[in-house]
């Protein structure tokens, strides 16, 4: 199989969006993160949308661990490119914080995986929003 991560995402801000914008922005503003992700919908990825703001990545049959943490920063880095232009006139980048866990010998259950990664995403989002953190047994 390789090596194999699933990676919770969700939408920084997204209520606030939808509050002051209004819901047609918000499904705007849902519409480019998913147009960004599909690109991960291949041989090597399975996307999903997992409720309204929470999406899920799993990338799996990648030759390194190396790969999968490449793959990612290169997608945050194009997440620093998106840009959305809202109703006021204000432009801002679509921002997600992101839960990583590695597929392995003590989770290989889907179940274990999907807690960890959340677990990892609900880090991110305590530790300030915006971020990548990998889940750690320790």
């Known amino acids: 199989m390789g090596y194999a991560a699933m990676v919770m995402m969700d939408l920084d801000n997204f209520k606030r969006i939808n509050d002051k914008y209004g819901h047609d922005c918000g499904d705007e503003y ?5 147009q960004m992700l599909r690109q991960y919908h291949h041989e090597h990825g399975i996307t999903a949308r997992r409720s309204g703001d929470e999406f899920c990545l799993f990338l799996h049959h990648y030759g390194s661990k190396a790969q999968i943490a490449n793959c990612m920063e290169e997608f945050f880095g194009r997440l620093k ?11 801002q980048e679509i921002r997600i914080s992101a839960g990583l866990a590695w597929y392995g010998e003590q989770m290989h259950a889907y179940g274990t995986l999907m ?3 959340d677990y990892a995403l609900y880090d991110a989002k305590n530790s300030g929003k915006a971020m990548l953190k990998q889940y750690s047994l320790e």
């Open 81 to 91: 490119d998106s840009k959305m232009e809202f109703p006021d006139g204000s432009v």
């Open 30 to 34: 849902l519409r480019k993160f998913s």
């Open 115 to 117: 807690k960890a990664a």
